[in-house]
């Protein structure tokens, strides 16, 4: 008969399976007060009797630390991942440290990458380049600052670094993808319907019939109200008077709504990572897809997938 596991080997195996940490857990009390219990030498100094009772009280100890762990829902997990998309998101712009943010969540850092993942697609730090990326696309198009002074500030480590990944990710240099971004605005400026005077005589459902149709077609794009208006020919205050008239929904409220519900057919439907199904399916943020997610259909977008997959399965 061997000698069961001490206490360290429990702890390690259950932290590196299950990622928790305790708060106020102190490791070396706890492994004293379990080497008392095995008192051999002061109440039978039968080595039989030690290693029976290592044995039993390792696998007591060894249940009950697996029933703690457990005790973590689905629930709780994504709340922990939003919490990180949280951290990530506020604080792309300098050094980010898992192993702290894992510290700060009491879970290993082995787990943080583990539930990321299954919630995101991504691990931690290929999200948060992704994020970075976006947010340099975000300052090319509309502000002055030079490339490096875009590089340090969505908190790449050095201009060439962020080149070399803004090409992989957009297939365009940052210069590249200025000038077209410039060239889009002029395009833009210049086909923008000047007139704010209302067409009475226009049927307004035919109009935002024609807007329902453009949201089909480029939901997975940017969609503004300078866009869809110029691209029905009618000024933006009169454009979102008959929209929310006709459908009862803004146009954020009814592009969201049209987004999600996409989302969540491609959820069932792909093996596509929560990440690329929100960025397909016209979101730019992830922490806002799994919000708004959640807020529409009670669940987040993983456990909604885990619930169709439950139900094929059934």
Do not use: W
Not at 139 to 144: D, E, F, G, K, M
Not at 301 to 310: A, C, F, Q, S, T
Request: proline letters at 3%; hydrophobic letters at 30%; one cysteine or more.
């Amino acid at each position: 008969m061997c000698r069961g596991p001490n206490l360290n080997q429990i702890l390690l195996e259950v932290t590196n399976k299950y990622g928790f940490y305790y708060e106020n857990m102190e490791i070396g009390s706890i492994i004293e007060k379990y080497e008392t219990l095995f008192p051999g030498r002061f109440l039978d100094s039968s080595e039989a009797y030690d290693i029976k009772a290592s044995q039993i009280i390792s696998e007591i100890l060894h249940e009950f630390l697996l029933k703690l762990c457990n005790q973590t829902s689905n629930t709780s997990q994504s709340g922990i991942v939003n919490s990180i998309l949280k951290e990530l998101e506020e604080n792309y712009k300098n050094e980010i440290n898992i192993k702290n943010i894992a510290e700060e969540n009491h879970i290993s850092p082995q787990y943080l990458i583990k539930i990321f993942k299954t919630e995101t697609g991504y691990p931690p730090y290929e999200y948060l380049k992704k994020y970075r990326l976006s947010k340099a696309a975000e300052l090319l198009a509309y502000s002055q600052k030079d490339i490096n002074e875009i590089a340090e500030e969505t908190g790449f480590s050095s201009t060439s670094n962020f080149i070399c990944q803004f090409k992989k990710e957009k297939n365009t240099s940052p210069g590249t993808y200025r000038k077209l971004m410039k060239k889009e605005r002029i395009n833009n400026h210049e086909n923008k319907k000047i007139s704010n005077e209302e067409i009475p005589s226009q049927d307004t459902t035919a109009i935002v019939q024609k807007a329902l149709r453009y949201i089909v077609v480029n939901y997975r794009d940017m969609i503004t109200v300078e866009a869809i208006s110029r691209h029905c020919n009618i000024s933006i205050s009169y454009f979102s008077k008959i929209f929310k008239k006709e459908t009862g929904l803004t146009l954020t409220q009814y592009v969201n709504d049209f987004r999600l519900h996409k989302a969540a057919e491609e959820l069932f439907q792909s093996q596509n990572t929560v990440l690329e199904i929100a960025m397909q399916s016209g979101f730019q943020n992830l922490s806002y897809f799994i919000r708004m997610f959640k807020k529409e259909f009670g669940v987040t977008p993983g456990e909604y997938r885990k619930k169709g997959v439950d139900k094929r399965i059934l």
